[in-house]
Every structure is written in C-alpha cells, then in structure tokens.
T-cell receptor, first 114, second 114 residues
Framework: DVKVTQSSRYLVKRTGEKVFLECVQDMDHENMFWYRQDPGLGLRLIYFSYDVKMKEKGDIPEGYSVSREKKERFSLILESASTNQTSMYLC?????????????FGPGTRLTVT | AQSVTQPDIHITVSEGASLELRCNYSYGATPYLFWYVQSPGQGLQLLLKYFSGDTLVQGIKGFEAEFKRSQSSFNLRKPSVHWSDAAEYFCAVGPNTGFQKLVFGTGTRLLVSP
C-alpha cells in the first residue's frame, strides 16, 4: 500500500514564526502536492512538484514556499506564519504522467496560528 | 476554466436508505473523474475513478458512480447507507493527458441518521 506520512497531526504556532510541514511518501512517486483545506472551500492547491528540485505554483502560493531535495520528501514552508494560514494542510503524491492521476493523501496537519 | 460543482453542502440520509451525491464539472475535454472520501480527522481516500469505457464504475465500500457526458455529471451512489459512511465526499477532475493536476469540488458532508 502507498503510504504518505506527514510530520505532525496538530501544530500550534505563533504569528511570525517560520513553520515547516514535512511530507514523506514511500512509493517512489514523481509527483507530490500540497493542499490546504478550509470549510466550504474544498481543497486548494498550494504548490506541486513533478521531480526532485522542481516546483510549480498552484492556485494559492502566496505566503508559502516548498522544498524537494529528495524524491520521497516534499516540505511546505510558511516563512512568517499569519493567522489566515490557520487551516488543515494535506500532502499527496501520484505516479507520473498519464498513469491515472490518482493521488494518495496523507492524514493531514491541522495548523493553528495564534 | 476547469471547475467542479458539488451543489449539496450537507445531506442527511437514514441508515439503510439509498444515497446519491451530485457532481457536475466544467472541462475542455473528457476528463478523468474521481470520488474521494474523507473520514473525520483523516486524509482523503479514493473511492472510485473513471478513465474511459463503461460509464458506470464500481468502487470500494459498495459505492458506484455514473459518468454522463451529456450532463457533465459524475454522481456517486450507494444502494444502502451504513452509519460508517458518514464522512465528507469530494469529487475531482483531471486531464486525460499530460500532468495530472486535479481540481476538487467543495465537498458534500454526509450525515447518517439511525
């Protein structure tokens, strides 16, 4: 079974802190994604990566950056956390190209910024 | 622009009754279509997917969905709902060629009454 793990299930940070959310997948997938999930808004894509050291902006990249130094690991960085970044963050991975597009999700990190 | 509409924010169904969750999409070509389920506090799990061929697809946990091209719909159904089906359900679309970036609907929360 594909396994996508996220470093924390719950996280509380203060405004202005630098926050790292880590995601690791064990299926050798090329593609990895970061979403945020908010009530009534569904999942919105923040950033994605289709290869090591490659990254692309999603629909809502402002205030975020990412890092992918190894194939299995994709990190989301909040350079200076703000209260409007309080949300559930979901990481996902998928195999490459047209093999189906099915994404496998981690359990999520619920981040609260106070 | 690509979009997915799930018109029902909440649905309440009695245990043992049938279920239909609606999904309509706007896409330039025939897309790949997915239904995901999210149990409380969990990540998303794939229920089923449509790529091509038979327009009625079977998924896990007794769910099925029907692709209707003329209506741009991909509704999810289950003949008899169990209390454990209470969760949030997301419809998603993606391209049938190229990079698999998915667009998600805003979700439908299913409540199951005894």
């Amino acid at each position: 079974d594909v396994k996508v793990t996220q470093s924390s299930r719950y996280l509380v940070k203060r405004t202005g802190e630098k926050v790292f959310l880590e995601c690791v997948q064990d299926m050798d997938h090329e593609n990895m994604f970061w979403y945020r999930q908010d009530p009534g808004l569904g999942l919105r894509l923040i950033y994605f990566s289709y290869d090591v050291k490659m990254k692309e902006k999603g629909d809502i990249p402002e205030g975020y950056s990412v890092s992918r130094e190894k194939k299995e690991r994709f990190s989301l960085i909040l350079e200076s956390a703000s209260t409007n970044q309080t949300s559930m963050y979901l990481c996902a991975s998928s195999p490459p190209g047209t093999s189906g597009g099915e994404q496998y999700f981690g359990p999520g990190t619920r981040l609260t910024v106070t | 622009a690509q979009s997915v509409t799930q018109p029902d924010i909440h649905i309440t169904v009695s245990e043992g009754a049938s279920l239909e969750l609606r999904c309509n999409y706007s896409y330039g070509a025939t897309p790949y279509l997915f239904w995901y389920v999210q149990s409380p506090g969990q990540g998303l799990q794939l229920l089923l997917k449509y790529f091509s061929g038979d327009t009625l697809v079977q998924g896990i946990k007794g769910f099925e969905a029907e692709f209707k091209r003329s209506q741009s719909s991909f509704n999810l159904r289950k003949p008899s709902v169990h209390w454990s089906d209470a969760a949030e359900y997301f419809c998603a679309v993606g391209p049938n060629t190229g990079f698999q970036k998915l667009v998600f609907g805003t979700g439908t929360r299913l409540l199951v009454s005894p």
